[in-house]
């Protein structure tokens, strides 16, 4: 009767009067307790209703769930309502109208969810747990692909179902899911024999690669996982690359790494973008692996320094050429000995430059701004002096030409000097021979000389004459190319047509040994230039007699002499030279480091400085015995001294 006074009996002054104190309880009496009959009725529906009933109403709504995510139902709204009102439990709330229905909702923020997180969330999360536990194991039977295409359906279903029914606990529900269907089977999928994630690597499957790193991205912690494998692969032969021992051609070796480079680089862009970019866990196990594999062989620097000279030497400047340099710039940030393969480059770059008919000097500038960004090696400066030197020959020889013309100078033959910077250039490429040039050729040297120190009177010349290139024409129908050993012993036959060994060692001032065995037997059985009275001409002797042979013909009109390359026994001495050169320069490096660290600190310990000299040397890597031997050198040459009464401490000498 009372709640229907308001409507129901209107005509009746005291049902009137009665529906009057029904409106005003909510004005007076309620606001007296500070209350409202909106919150008070919540509250009775709180306590009266729904506490009593709460354990059965939350595993209903469990067991709900448990099915629609089994059987995949449609959305439930009710379902979703009376989560809602879980939430809501503890909030202000108010009531809206919404398609002739009044709702409780909140009134501001529902900051307070202690009954949602307390009473409903641990037990959603439990059966969730057990749900894809026994999930987990029913499809355990599946391939790895099929496995990984089925755990993302089933994360991505459930993402959707706590969506629509508690989105402020989706990342709970979730990580749930992805700790049974990700973490708990990752090394499972990935080290599967079968159809893992190292037999993706070995068929190249970039469909599966990409999902199984779709689906590992949800757990980070599993990509190191992924990553670890990937460097664990690169390491050991596959398919992609065979065993790097079995390769005893430096072209081939270094291919075969380019090749395995190739293909990872492709796979990474194809399989593991990460907004936009490589993965930065997938990019270090990338070049963590490389690193392993490229360093496990010593030879591998003076390897990838061949291979960038047969590059230079027959490249084209192409987009293959361009993609190749790119590679290798690669290969080499990997490579803990730097300084040893700039060495070689080096050595094999004055080569391809003191060689007229080269050209690609632009693409080597390009090539070396690449190895320097890389590595920020100091020595790569004097690289580009050498290509300097090399771009000023066309216009140092054009000068001296115009200073003969004016001068009424007469030059005789073409002839071409190219100045080099001493201290840039390789110390090998000053050749060991001792040669005396023939009359006519000193003379131009002298004329040259006189023109060049007279321009240049604070720089003076030493001439190397192992090196260079002459054309000599040989019965007046054949040019013959030939190195300086050659072109000296050639030129004597102008003044007669024999001579004795001993008076061709004399007059070309070689030593016999290199005479007989680098120039006159190539001359004699393998170009046929020459002939002895001997019948072998390995065995000659002093008294053994050379001469022109007159009936040498030879169907090429064109033709190169070049020395025999050396024995087994010169690559040793030469092995050895270069190692001695690298070991000077690394003791140079480590000194310059610890001074300069040792000028900043003032003061260090021993082990701190050995620390700090390892970070910043990054041509190569510093044995601690190394940085030892070298600041004890410094305390002798008086840079540094060791603090008294503490030995372990080192202080910079001003």
Request: glycine share 4%.
């Amino acid at each position: 009767f009372f709640f229907q006074a308001e409507d129901g009996i209107r005509d009746f002054c005291l049902s009137r009067g009665l529906g009057d104190v029904y409106k005003r309880q909510d004005r007076f009496y309620l606001s007296a307790l500070k209350q409202t009959l909106q919150k008070t009725a919540f509250q009775i529906l709180r306590e009266s209703f729904f506490e009593p009933l709460m354990t059965k109403v939350l595993k209903s709504v469990v067991t709900l769930l448990a099915n629609e995510r089994r059987d995949n139902l449609t959305r439930n709204e009710n379902m979703r309502r009376v989560i809602e009102f879980i939430i809501l439990l503890e909030n202000e709330v108010k009531l809206e109208k919404a398609e002739n229905k009044y709702m409780y909702v909140a009134r501001g923020q529902t900051s307070n969810m202690n009954i949602f997180n307390e009473k409903f969330l641990p037990t959603l999360l439990e059966d969730v747990k057990n749900f894809y536990k026994t999930q987990s194991a029913s499809i355990r039977e599946l391939s790895v692909p099929e496995y990984v295409d089925d755990a993302i359906s089933r994360i991505e279903r459930e993402e959707r179902i706590a969506e629509f029914y508690y989105p402020h606990s989706k990342r709970a529900v979730v990580s749930t899911v992805q700790a049974e269907l990700i973490t708990e089977r990752h090394l499972d999928l990935i080290n599967n024999s079968t159809s893992g994630f190292q037999v993706m690597l070995d068929s190249k499957n970039e469909r599966n690669i990409a999902r199984l790193y779709k689906l590992f991205q949800r757990e980070p912690e599993t990509v190191k996982s992924l990553a670890g494998a990937l460097s664990l692969y690169i390491t050991k032969p596959n398919k992609l690359c065979p065993k790097l021992e079995e390769f005893n051609d430096p072209i081939e070796y270094v291919k075969s790494l380019i090749g395995l480079r190739t293909e990872i680089n492709n796979i990474l862009n194809n399989c593991f973008m990460k907004d936009d970019s490589i993965d930065v866990e997938i990019q270090k196990a990338r070049e963590n692996g490389f690193q392993m594999l490229i360093n496990r062989d010593n030879k591998s620097p003076i390897n990838l320094a061949i291979y960038s000279d047969m590059l230079f030497r027959k490249g084209k400047g192409d987009q293959d050429f361009i993609h190749q340099q790119e590679l290798i710039v690669q290969l080499f940030s990997c490579l803990y000995s730097k300084d040893k393969y700039i060495q070689f480059y080096t050595k094999y770059l004055a080569k391809r430059l003191l060689n007229e008919n080269y050209s690609l000097y632009d693409e080597e500038r390009l090539f070396l701004e690449k190895l320097n960004r890389e590595s920020g090696l100091g020595m790569i400066s004097k690289i580009f002096k050498m290509i300097e030197d090399i771009q000023r020959v066309k216009e140092t020889n054009r000068d001296f030409t115009a200073h003969c013309a004016k001068s009424k100078i007469r030059i005789p033959t073409d002839f071409t000097v190219s100045v080099l910077t001493s201290g840039s250039w390789p110390e090998s490429i000053a050749g060991e021979e001792p040669l005396t040039y023939p009359q006519d050729l000193l003379a131009l040297t002298n004329i040259f000389e006189d023109y060049y120190l007279k321009a240049n009177p604070a720089r003076r010349l030493k001439w190397i004459p192992g090196q260079g290139d002459g054309e000599l024409s040989f019965k007046g129908k054949y040019t013959l190319v030939c190195k300086p050993p050659f072109m000296i012993v050639l030129t004597l036959f102008n003044q007669k047509p024999s001579f004795a060994v001993s008076q061709l060692a004399e007059l070309s001032g070689m030593r016999r040994e290199f005479l007989v065995e680098k120039v006159l037997v190539p001359l004699i059985k393998k170009y046929q230039l020459l002939v002895t009275d001997q019948k072998d001409a390995t065995t000659l002797d002093d008294d053994s007699i050379v001469s022109i042979n007159e009936d040498f013909s030879s169907r090429a009109l064109r033709i190169t002499l070049d020395l025999p390359k050396v024995t087994k026994m010169k690559d040793k001495v030469e092995d050895e030279a270069d190692q001695k050169q690298l070991q000077k320069s690394r003791e140079f490096a480590i000194e310059a480091l610890i001074v300069k660290i040792m000028k900043s600190k003032k003061e260090q310990t021993f082990n701190d400085l050995l620390a700090h000299v390892v970070q910043l040397c990054t041509t190569f890597k510093p044995q601690p015995n190394l940085i030892k031997e070298r600041v004890e050198d410094l305390i002798a040459r008086d840079y540094l001294k060791r603090a008294e009464g503490d030995s372990s401490k080192l202080i910079y000498v001003p």
